[in-house]
T-cell receptor, first 114, second 109 residues
Framework: DVKVTQSSRYLVKRTGEKVFLECVQD?????MFWYRQDPGLGLRLIYF???????EKGDIPEGYSVSREKKERFSLILESASTNQTSMYLC?????????????FGPGTRLTVL | AQRVTQPEKLLSVFKGAPVELKCNYS??????LFWYVQYSRQRLQLLLR??SRESIKGFTADLNKGETSFHLKKPFAQEEDSAMYYC???????????FGSGTQLTVLP
């Protein structure tokens, strides 16, 4: 059974703080993804990684960075949190095999920036 | 630019009635297409994918390349189908998904 875990379910931070969101998967997936989920906007891709130390920008990378030092772990970093980064953050992972690239999602982290 | 449109933000039907959730996409190439679902207080999960052409929980989705649509259908809705549904084409180096804005389906008793 695939497990994707995220370090926190709820997080409250102040404007200007550095924020780390951690995601870990236990199925040896090559690909990992960070999304933010906002009402009326659906999920928007922030960054993704298809291998260790490899990363690519998604649709809304501004204000975020990522780190993937180990295959199972993908971190999202907000260098200086702002109120417009208040959102639900979802992590996902998948295999690279063609025809079997279902994404498995974590439970989400609801971040509030005051 | 790649775009996914789910025109209905909210959709309500009565139990036993047919339901159709619309999805239109604008994509270069031939993306794989998926429907994901999020039930209340649960994780987002895959409902079905077009390449498998299977029926999951009574739902089917037909890919119409001419109309670039991938509508989700079920002939008889059940109350447990109430959830948020997302249409999502997949493409790119990591087969990343582009999600529509979602349709909140409510099945009334």
């Amino acid at each position: 059974d695939v497990k994707v875990t995220q370090s926190s379910r709820y997080l409250v931070k102040r404007t200007g703080e550095k924020v780390f969101l951690e995601c870990v998967q236990d199925m040896d997936h090559e690909n990992m993804f960070w999304y933010r989920q906002d009402p009326g906007l659906g999920l928007r891709l922030i960054y993704f990684s298809y291998d260790v130390k490899m990363k690519e920008k998604g649709d809304i990378p501004e204000g975020y960075s990522v780190s993937r030092e180990k295959k199972e772990r993908f971190s999202l970093i907000l260098e200086s949190a702002s109120t417009n980064q208040t959102s639900m953050y979802l992590c996902a992972s998948s295999w690279s095999i063609s025809g079997n690239n279902e994404q498995f999602f974590g439970p989400g982290t609801r971040l509030t920036v005051l | 630019a790649q775009r996914v449109t789910q025109p209905e933000k909210l959709l309500s039907v009565f139990k036993g009635a047919p339901v159709e959730l619309k999805c239109n996409y604008s994509y270069s190439g031939s993306p794989e297409l998926f429907w994901y679902v999020q039930y209340s207080r649960q994780r987002l999960q895959l409902l079905l994918r077009h390449i498998s052409r299977e029926s999951i929980k009574g739902f089917t989705a037909d890919l119409n390349k001419g109309e670039t649509s991938f509508h989700l259908k079920k002939p008889f809705a059940q109350e447990e189908d109430s959830a948020m549904y997302y249409c999502a084409p997949s493409s790119g180096s990591a087969r990343q998904l582009t999600f529509g804005s979602g349709t909140q389906l409510t099945v009334l008793p």
